[in-house]
């Protein structure tokens, strides 16, 4: 079946620590999203990419860090320079030729301990 | 940049009734306005969808509709069920110029009581 997959559901982290969040995607989109989920707060864009190599910063970019090396693959990593990184984080992919329907993954969610 | 806001932040509805879920957004240039539902622990999944070309949208007990000159939209769900509680979300994006990534609201969690 086609979709996205994001791994690991659940992750702990300690304070200072960097993590990678995965996201593989097998719908043959060429843009991909990560978004960060707060309670109350909706969805709000950390990074983008609309073709391999190349990726563009969202309204909350300060602290993560992605690459996207291969049209599936769009990892996220958390830095320690992140100050509040607890949260629950979505992959999504689209065509990138036209705007239309998100495809988003289960999430993945973190918690600082 | 885009900022969408959305209301109410919570609405409760008993079986049957009809729920309004009402946006508005800033940048006049944005042309696409989807409405995306998420259950518990999932990703949000896209229910409907409307482009500035278009004042109104149904699709079986959902409609959109849209007023671009005041820039607000709102999603209607009539003969709610129990399965339709859940967080629902408005976007808008400015399509095919400009950035292509959604700008989303805050989220409605509606509870449709039996």
């Known amino acids: 079946d086609g979709g996205i997959t994001q791994s690991p559901k659940y992750l702990f982290r300690k304070e200072g620590q960097n993590v990678t969040l995965s996201c593989e995607q097998n719908?043959?989109?060429?843009?991909m999203y990560w978004y960060r989920q707060d309670p109350g707060q909706g969805l709000r864009l950390i990074y983008y990419?609309?073709?391999?190599?190349?990726?563009q910063k969202g309204d909350i970019a300060e602290g993560y860090s992605v690459s996207r090396e291969k049209k599936e693959s769009f990892p996220l990593t958390v830095t320690s320079a992140q100050k509040n990184p607890t949260a629950f984080y979505l992959c999504?992919?689209?065509?990138?030729?036209?705007?239309?329907?998100?495809?988003f993954g289960e999430g993945s969610r973190l918690t600082v301990l | 940049g885009e900022n969408v806001e959305q209301h109410p932040s919570t609405l409760s509805v008993q079986e049957g009734d009809s729920a309004v879920i009402k946006c508005t957004y800033s940048d006049s240039a944005s042309n696409y306005f989807p409405w995306y539902k998420q259950e518990l622990g999932k990703g949000p999944q896209l229910i409907i969808d409307i482009r500035s070309n278009v004042g109104e949208k149904k699709d079986q007990r959902i409609a959109v509709t849209l007023n671009k000159t005041a820039k607000h939209f709102s999603l209607h769900i009539t003969e709610t069920q129990p399965e339709d509680s859940a967080v629902y979300f408005c976007a808008a994006s400015m399509g095919d110029t400009g950035r292509r990534a959604l700008t989303f609201g805050s989220g409605t969690r509606l509870q449709v009581q039996p």
């Open positions: 999504a992919s689209t065509r990138a030729s036209v705007t239309g329907e998100l495809f």
């Open positions: 719908l043959n989109h060429d843009a």
């Open positions: 990419s609309q073709i391999v190599n190349d990726f």
